[in-house]
């Protein structure tokens, strides 16, 4: 009989403990897919402040177009993701992306393409598109007109969050890894 208590407890034991781990790797998963999520959102928002430039020349198209192209798959492929090896593996791609609409910019602009997907976007969310205000400047943050607006109404918006870890962080304090923030220390 205690052999068998044993035997069940510890049956019991494993059974939990794949559940706990089956628990974090769903965390994990939903966790990366909401970091490339927000790059996601970035690549667009870049792309569509350089689509807008007057004068983007005709064979910029092409990048716009191939950005666009990316974050609509990022979009209707990250949610079906079931592996955090499967929204890694996508990760090169966004990368490539965000790289050719910063260098497409650069080349147009004659400023280097900075190596954060986050710089010349709104602080509060870079799905916001470009800030009209420096860091500082009408708050702690960058900011789009809409959040600058909230702002001085003295209604001050939050930053995204993402989960990190199970808890809430601001968007750009998650840890993104070298693929897709460079810029971000280890
Ligand atoms: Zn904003």
Redesign the pocket.
Known sequence: MLILIAVLGGAWATALGVGARGRRTRREITEARGRARVCADALRAHTMELARRPDLPPDARRHVEHALGVYADAISSLPEMRSAEEVAAFGPRLRGALDEIAGATAAITGVPAPADPFTGL?G??PA?GAPVTAPGEAGPRA??E??RDAFQAGDP?APRMLFEDGGPVPFDAARYGPVLRPDQAP
Request: glycine share 0%; proline share 11%.
């Open positions: 709104c509060i969310d916001h900011l789009c809409a959040c918006p």
